[in-house]
């Protein structure tokens, strides 16, 4: 596929059935059944409930020798055996975007060790990033894991680390939606 912006449609169909929608910090989201996640544009989406697009983007603070640890080990999204997944759009404030790139880089990792702490969970976690910022969306951030059912427990233990990092200090709107595959 080489289009690079998705749409997440949240509504009343969709692959991806909600099965539990939590607001951790801000506004909440309105409540949704489904996800549909579409290949899109930048055009308005007037699907759905509520439509939060995000883009597939270069890294920014991942170094070389953590590129290819990350590579060596992540797994695709899509596995048949991913049939739980957790979608987590995420802002951060004025203050973290007032920082320069090599201060939000010693706050993500020689601080809080977000790469290093993920590391761990791989490869059970497939994970995607996608930017919302650059867009005028209402977060910064859409992010998207798949695991196994049997993996619940490990991404619970995974979240619980980095929200009590200094990285999530930064974090002023943070919505977590759980689905499973239809
Ligand atoms: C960014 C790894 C889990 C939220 C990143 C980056 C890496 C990474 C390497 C930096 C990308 C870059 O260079 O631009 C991982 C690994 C995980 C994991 C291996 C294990 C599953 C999570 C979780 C969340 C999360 C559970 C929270 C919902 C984010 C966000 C960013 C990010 C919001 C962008 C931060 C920014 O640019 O300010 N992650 N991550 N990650 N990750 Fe994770």
């Given amino acids: 596929m080489n289009n690079t912006i998705f749409d ?10 909600v099965i539990k929608m939590t607001t951790i910090k801000g506004d909440n989201l309105p409540d949704i059944s489904y ?15 509520w439509t939060l697009k995000g883009i597939v983007s270069n890294l920014r603070y991942t ?14 999204l899509g596995r048949p055996l991913a049939t739980h997944a957790a979608f987590i759009p995420l802002r951060k404030s004025a203050e ?44 910064d951030f859409l ?7 049997a993996d619940e427990e490990a991404f619970e ?4 680390a980095l929200r009590k990092t200094e990285e999530w200090n930064y974090v002023d709107r943070e919505v977590d939606i759980r689905l499973i595959k239809v």
């Fill in 8 to 17: 997440f449609v949240g509504g009343t169909i969709g692959e991806w059935k």
């Fill in 35 to 49: 996800i549909n996640k579409i290949s899109s544009s930048l055009i308005k989406n007037d699907e759905g409930i």
């Fill in 63 to 76: 170094e070389k020798a953590e590129k290819e640890q990350l590579v060596a080990i992540q797994e695709d």
């Fill in 96 to 139: 973290w975007w007032n920082l320069a790139q090599d201060e939000r880089r010693k706050i993500m990792e020689e601080s809080s060790k977000h790469t290093q702490t993920g590391l761990k969970y791989l490869p059970a976690i497939a994970r995607k990033l996608f930017h919302s910022r650059d867009i005028g969306e209402a977060f």
């Fill in 143 to 149: 992010t998207w894991f798949e695991y196994a059912p």
């Fill in 157 to 160: 233990e995974l979240l619980y």
